[in-house]
């Protein structure tokens, strides 16, 4: 199954830059260290989007549950872009598109 509605898929930019990719953040800075470790960062959040829409919301969904704000679907898909630390800057190594 696909999430319906995917192409108008909302995603707050506010939730990725300021909570996802955020090193700040009390509980987001956890899952930041994850998403900075593949070469993603909290000023490149485009970016981040960019690849969540391409990469993820095209994918088969498992519906997980319905609570008081909707429902709540799992993907379970690779995200595409791998990094390298070369020196002080991120290069990257390739996409997949599988």
Request: positive net charge.
């Given at each position: 199954m696909?999430?319906p509605n995917a192409?108008?898929?909302?995603?707050?930019p506010?939730?990725?830059h300021g909570y996802?990719l955020?090193r700040?953040?009390?509980?987001g800075r956890?899952?930041?260290?994850?998403?900075?470790a593949?070469?993603?960062?909290?000023?490149?959040?485009?970016?981040f989007?960019a690849?969540?829409?391409?990469?993820?919301?095209?994918r088969?969904?498992?519906?997980e549950?319905?609570?008081?704000?909707?429902?709540k679907?799992s993907i379970?898909?690779t995200?595409?872009w791998?990094?390298?630390?070369?020196?002080?800057r991120?290069?990257?190594?390739?996409?997949?598109?599988?």
């Amino acid at each position: 199954m696909r999430i319906p509605n995917a192409d108008r898929a909302v995603i707050d930019p506010a939730k990725l830059h300021g909570y996802l990719l955020s090193r700040s953040h009390p509980i987001g800075r956890f899952q930041a260290a994850f998403f900075h470790a593949l070469g993603y960062s909290a000023e490149g959040w485009r970016q981040f989007e960019a690849d969540l829409r391409d990469q993820h919301l095209r994918r088969d969904v498992t519906l997980e549950s319905h609570t008081a704000y909707g429902r709540k679907y799992s993907i379970r898909a690779t995200l595409g872009w791998a990094c390298r630390k070369l020196g002080g800057r991120r290069e990257r190594l390739g996409r997949s598109d599988g």
